[in-house]
């Protein structure tokens, strides 16, 4: 094992033991039924090195946020992942409360307003058919904490009817993401957009969604529930015939939002 990842689990250890909290509990204020869904993060083998994604810290932040002597501030649990030590959100125009904001690492839309009413914002992340990517992320001051946030690369304005009544989407937490790799031809090609819906984060219909395991990029694909399956599993599938389908445990998988609307040139 490297030293960055021996340090990673050491530090997300003294994190765990500073805040007074046993595996059991930090899962469970994590959101996670049981402690092995993270004890891959202290405990790693040479096999499953550890590497903390944003969304990853966001729950991590949420979970110690305040507890142990002195308090574990924003900066200790970013430290732990490639961003810098800093608190960071994501945006949302219809949030007032900015300088409240918990910073969950969530895709949100906070501290972003757009130059055309009604715009949706199109933000530097790719959703991958395969691989994705995250572009820029700023840093923007918001009172005495600093906030992080995906670019907008481009708004697009969608008639707010059409995003209620056809696409089925919340407006104020709605995103555009881009499309890349060819994991879900022929149904979405690279280089289409999608609407995404932050607040369908939940999976409550076998359908298409943007999703990420917790470590990786993330990525848009078709989700299947596994019938009478308990702990819950989900079937992980791509369009593209050609590629294999995966079943995990449904806790496991961090959904960003479920895709809406499909813009493409056709």
């Not at 096999?47 to 946020?65: F, M, N």
């Not at 906070?110 to 572009?135: C, I, M, R, T």
């Not at 059409?162 to 104020?172: D, H």
Request: hydrophobic share 35%.
């Amino acid at each position: 094992m490297s030293d960055t990842s021996e340090n990673i689990s050491n530090q997300w250890r003294k994190l765990r033991e500073r805040a007074g909290m046993s595996m059991d509990e930090l899962a469970r204020e994590m959101g996670y039924s049981r402690a092995s869904s993270i004890q891959r993060y202290e405990n790693p083998d040479e096999y499953r090195k550890p590497s903390i994604s944003t969304e990853l810290a966001g729950k991590l932040l949420k979970a110690l946020k305040g507890r142990g002597n002195p308090p574990i501030e924003p900066k200790d649990v970013w430290a732990l992942t490639r961003l810098p030590s800093s608190f960071v959100s994501s945006f949302d125009p219809d949030s007032e409360e900015v300088d409240g904001a918990e910073g969950d690492l969530s895709y949100s839309r906070e501290h972003w307003h757009p130059s055309v009413d009604g715009a949706v914002p199109e933000v530097d992340v790719k959703l991958g058919a395969g691989f994705g990517s995250v572009g820029e992320v700023i840093n923007l001051p918001v009172g005495r904490e600093t906030v992080a946030g995906h670019r907008v690369v481009a708004e697009w304005l969608i008639p707010e009817s059409y995003l209620r009544n056809e696409a089925k989407v919340s407006p104020g937490f709605t995103l555009i993401m881009e499309i890349v790799g060819d994991s879900m031809m022929p149904t979405y090609l690279p280089g289409d957009r999608v609407i995404v819906d932050l607040a369908q984060n939940s999976m409550l219909t076998d359908t298409v969604y943007a999703i990420s395991d917790g470590q990786t990029e993330p990525q848009i694909k078709r989700l299947q529930r596994v019938p009478f399956s308990d702990p819950p599993q989900v079937r992980i599938i791509s369009d593209n015939p050609a590629l294999e389908t995966f079943t995990v445990e449904l806790e496991r998988l961090t959904i960003i939002g479920r895709v809406c609307g499909h813009i493409a040139r056709r």
